[in-house]
């Protein structure tokens, strides 16, 4: 047995919930712009601008303000605005993780956000971050309470332990997370439904705060691993470019 041939990242183009267009799966490891996701404010993305030149998202005065727009981008000027991101939980078909069916796994997967590819430990609410944290990942003690300002979700494990597809229909995510929302250490997923049971969602902290399938997939099957994002600026993140990593963490043999 082994590890996975292929995972990829899927994101829906079509605004439609109800009838989902899958996007050209994004690869592991982005690099010189590709295989990147992209924050904007609304109206402000292209899919042709390069990664260099992609434009800044203004920070609120006071308080609190959700991300308006989230772009895939396959190559450094090649990206597509992901429809369904709607910057709440209003929308279920949003993202997914796409395996082969290569894989062993042994252990539950887990995923999160950390700073960069060295995976150390997010600071909770500092700011200015240090060396190898950001400022999305690290949150602030005032406008997130010192979780992440990326909240996350996923629905199910993607495949059960008996090898059944979960997959969500088109609808509202659990209650709608604000930017204290997060829960120290990790959130199980809840079988066939939303975290905790289609209610709160989940900071991503790196693995200080962070989701945990209910269930290790079943070996040899390909599947779809259904996730969400809400992701919130605050008048008190540090500016600068910041550029976080999505992680995906489990054993196999």
Not at 77 to 82: H, L, N
Not at 94 to 103: C, E, I, P
Not at 184 to 192: D, E, I, P, R, Y
Request: glycine share 14%; proline share 4%.
């Amino acid at each position: 047995m082994a590890d996975y041939g292929t995972i990829g990242l899927e994101y829906n183009t079509s605004t439609s919930d109800a009838s989902p267009v899958w996007g050209t799966a994004l690869s592991l490891s982005g690099v010189s712009g590709a295989n990147e996701l992209r924050m904007a404010s609304t109206g402000a993305g292209a899919g042709g601008t390069a990664s260099a030149s992609w434009p800044f998202i203004g920070k609120p005065a006071s308080g609190v303000q959700t991300v308006g727009e989230l772009w895939a981008f396959t190559a450094d000027t090649t990206g597509s605005k992901i429809g369904t991101y709607t910057g709440d939980n209003t929308k279920a078909l949003v993202m997914r993780w796409s395996f082969d069916n290569a894989g062993n796994p042994v252990s539950a997967m887990q995923w999160s956000c950390f700073g960069d590819n060295t995976h150390a430990a997010p600071s909770p609410g500092t700011q200015p971050p240090t060396t190898h944290n950001d400022a999305f990942t690290n949150g602030h003690s005032s406008d997130t309470s010192s979780t992440s300002y990326i909240k996350i979700n996923a629905f199910g494990s993607g495949l059960t332990a008996a090898g059944s597809q979960e997959t969500p229909s088109a609808g509202s995510i659990g209650t709608n997370p604000s930017a204290t929302t997060g829960t120290a250490g990790s959130v199980a997923t809840t079988a066939g439904d939303w975290l905790n049971a289609h209610g709160a969602w989940q900071s991503a902290q790196g693995f200080v705060q962070y989701i945990l399938g209910g269930a290790i997939p079943k070996t040899a099957t390909a599947f779809k691993w259904y996730i969400s994002w809400v992701i919130f600026v605050g008048a008190n993140i540090s500016t600068g470019t910041w550029v976080f990593v999505l992680t995906l963490q489990y054993s196999f043999s």
